[in-house]
């Protein structure tokens, strides 16, 4: 199953459906305030413009980086609680999402690969 | 399984949104960004739109000197080359068969020109011969005696010309339209005075002849003005004839005051000016802002006034590039804006993410190395 099909249909189908079209709420809401605030801009009506518009596109940028930052930390963030064993070194490490357990590598690991100290098995 | 202080059950939690004390500062930058932009658009809108009126009235008023210039050149012209035709055998033998077709020959010379009629009148004041291109009304055997012209004729000398009171005809084909009298005196061979010669010139076609081919949009409009502010020509024929000041006298509307202040200053002085003006539009019932600018028109002692008048929506048509390019800047600085605010977001979690797993590491392998100590 990809990665993005376990996202939407996970185990429990239901709930991913709810989050989902939240999701997209969330998204289209910011966009709309973003958009409808450039064009009462662009209707140049001083007042309204000033009033209506430019807060309706702070609020939509805002809500928008929100939640884009919610989904990006849902998708970066590791999880707290599921802690696997690194492939290099066998040591216990937190579960990152999106990584398969059997990839994991931990921190330490990590940079002395980057370093060139140690090769991924 | 649990490390340290960290529970079990949930994933690694940043600090509310809001309650970030970084996404504070962040969400005002956005505010400051936008704002600033927001302010900045409007800012230069309105000063491109200043700017734009500015150029329009000076547009108009080039329209309108250039326009008041050719309309005395033309009257000029027509009164000159009267007075050398008024000299030839033609018109001074009064023959009954050859002044014809003279008067004939001259309107037709005329062709194209707001030049519509040619009269000739004698001594007694009393309409001989008339030739014109649709009926003005004027009939032959009318005495005109009492007119301005002829009173005027009557002393004048050979090669002198008068332009007398415009004329609205009530009947023919110029009905409702000025007609401006142009006269010179006929002499005979005795050199006596033997009448006068008048051509009459419809001052709506000297006014479109020479005022629309200038004209910045189609609903730019033309108006001639006496000096006391009756209309001698108008787009709007139910306004010939009428005083400006009692037209608008009538109606309420905002800068009422200002306005005929500027008006009544412009009569006073006879000098060229420019509006910028909220009128009551006559055909729609509603105030639109005009741009206006007149000059005036020196004929004979008098000074007339030329008005060309463009409503703003027309004048602000050039405004477009200006709008657009206005607005793809502020579109393109908001994405700026989101396009770095995502960039911050992602460098931010993948920061926080990489010290997480990096504090986490550091803690596991002291952890491991106090054990293997103890051990």
Redesign the interface.
Known sequence: MSKLKELFVGPDHHLHHIETIKLIFRGLIPIVL?VGG?VL??L?L?VW??VL??PM??IG??F???T???V??ER??????K?VNCSVCG????L?PATDPQDAI???C??DIENGLRSPK | ???GS?????????TP??SDKFNRV??AF??VS??AI??V??WA??KAEVSLAEQILHREQVIARAGARSIENFIKFTGSRLTVFATRSSVTSFDQEILPEALEELVDSWAGTPVVEAVVIDKEGIVRFIKNRKDTGAKEGVVVSDRDYFRWAQAASSGEYFVGMPLLPRLGGYEGKSLVPVATPIFDAQEEFGGVLVSGILLDDLVSFYINPLRISDDTQVFLLNPKGVFYSAPNPKLVGVNIFEYFGKMEFPGKDEFFWQLRLRFEKKGEGKFDVVLPDPSYKKLTRYLMAYAPVSVDDESWALIVSTPIEDALLYFGPF?LTY?TS??IV?FI??AF??LL??VR??T???S???G???Y??HR?KQNLDNS
């Not at chain 2, 960290?6 to 940043?14: A, D, E, V």
């Open positions: 973003v450039i801009m662009t140049r001083s413009g000033l518009g430019i596109i702070i940028v805002v928008l980086i929100y884009y930052d919610a990006v930390s970066i963030l590791p999880f707290s609680d802690f040591k216990l490490t937190p990152s931990c921190a330490t990590k940079a | 399984m649990a490390i960290i529970q079990r059950g949930t994933k690694l939690r940043p949104f809001f962040w969400i956005v505010a936008v704002t927001g302010l658009y409007f809108g309105e709008g607005i502020m579109v908001i804006v989101i605010s995502v977001v992602l979690r993948y926080q993410r990489d997480f797993l990096q986490f590491a550091a596991r392998d491991d």
